[in-house]
């Protein structure tokens, strides 16, 4: 379909690749503010994504508008931002009609388009600092998490909030799923790679030996999602899952996305005892899903200003990077960055 093979952007951080996020988190002071949600703001941007392939959707429409929601997240603070890939899959875009070799393309541009910006975006900060002979510029060079989502948002049903794939569902059949997706990602020149809302140990298991299996070239996070702040959504132990995640090598911090804000603080004080990796916190606004209809249920969430209020209390429980999923905003991650700064600023002058 005529689609462009492009180069993949170049490393971000003179350093090894397993390295960069525990540079960055140790030089913004001890916690990081990352992106929020992505499908949130393209659609406040008019984007209509009400497709099987969600935001992803974007990257065979409206590419350019990925590039402005990277931009605003990154102008409110985020110094990891995440590619429009969650929902995408080469299953995925084979089902709209394109080849296997066109779906690994759409997954190679959402990692080029997050590189190209945030290098932009970098650039245009280190030459504003030196034009006004204050030298090197403040602001951090961000990293870039290729997003990669459970099976259960490739079938675009709501399963990723419950976990329930059926009987037949194997380690090896979630493996195989993966697989293609994950290594095109892995190498497409992204820092890391974020396994996203992952609501059961079965998922976990096989994304843990899949990792290892293959050897991947650059580290992950890996998050889980949970509606009773005990369990993943599945009701599989979230502690037993962290364990999984703590064993793997290849897995440098482990947390809790799309999960309501009042569940967090206990679900972070859970993973520190099974881990000592850093903690990525990025909760929902505390919205309620309803897959039958695919779409949020609004004034069922917090405000930004009950969820920035939270912060302060996710970071002293140990959480290092924290951000915002679905329903949030570049509103509730300038916030977000904004606490983190007062904080630093607090300790650094006491």
Request: negative net charge; hydrophobic residues 35%.
């Amino acid at each position: 379909m005529g689609l462009a093979v492009h180069k993949k952007s170049e490393p971000v951080i003179a350093s090894e690749p397993f390295e960069r996020l525990n540079e960055l988190v140790k030089q913004a002071g001890g916690c990081v503010a990352i992106d929020g949600g992505f499908a949130t703001q393209l659609e406040r941007h008019g984007a209509d994504i009400n497709d099987s392939l969600w935001s992803a959707l974007c990257l065979i429409t409206m590419p350019e508008l990925i590039r402005k929601v990277h931009r605003e997240y990154l102008e409110a603070g985020a110094r990891i931002i995440s590619t429009a890939s969650y929902q995408a899959t080469i299953q995925g875009f084979q089902s709209k009609g394109f080849s296997k070799e066109e779906g690994e393309i759409f997954l190679c541009r959402s990692v080029e388009i997050a590189c190209q910006e945030r290098d932009l975006f970098w650039e245009e900060h280190q030459q504003q600092a030196q034009g006004q002979n204050v030298g090197p510029g403040k602001v951090q060079r961000a990293l870039v998490a290729a997003s990669i989502g459970s099976y259960g948002a490739y079938l675009a049903d709501g399963s990723e909030y419950s976990g329930d794939y059926g009987p037949n569902m194997t380690i090896e059949k979630l493996k195989d799923f993966h697989r293609g997706r994950l290594l095109v990602l892995a190498n497409a020149g992204a820092d890391l790679l974020a396994l996203e809302t992952i609501p059961c140990k079965l998922e976990t298991q096989a994304l843990v030996e899949l990792l290892t299996d293959e050897d991947v070239p650059i580290p992950a996070w890996i998050s889980f999602n949970s509606k009773d702040g005990t369990n993943v959504v599945k009701g599989d132990s979230f502690d037993e899952c962290v364990g999984l995640a703590d064993k793997c090598k290849k897995i440098v911090a482990v947390g809790i996305n799309c999960t309501p804000p009042r569940f967090i603080h206990d679900l972070i004080c859970t993973v520190r005892k099974a881990t000592l990796k850093p903690i990525v916190v990025y909760p929902n606004s505390g919205e309620q899903y309803d897959p039958s209809i695919k779409q949020w249920v609004e004034s069922t969430g917090v405000s930004d200003t009950d969820f920035v209020s939270y912060v302060p209390e996710w970071r002293d429980a140990g959480a290092q990077l924290i951000g915002g999923c679905c329903r949030t905003t570049p509103t509730t991650i300038q916030a977000i960055s904004n606490a983190l700064h007062e904080n630093l600023h607090l300790h650094t002058t006491m």
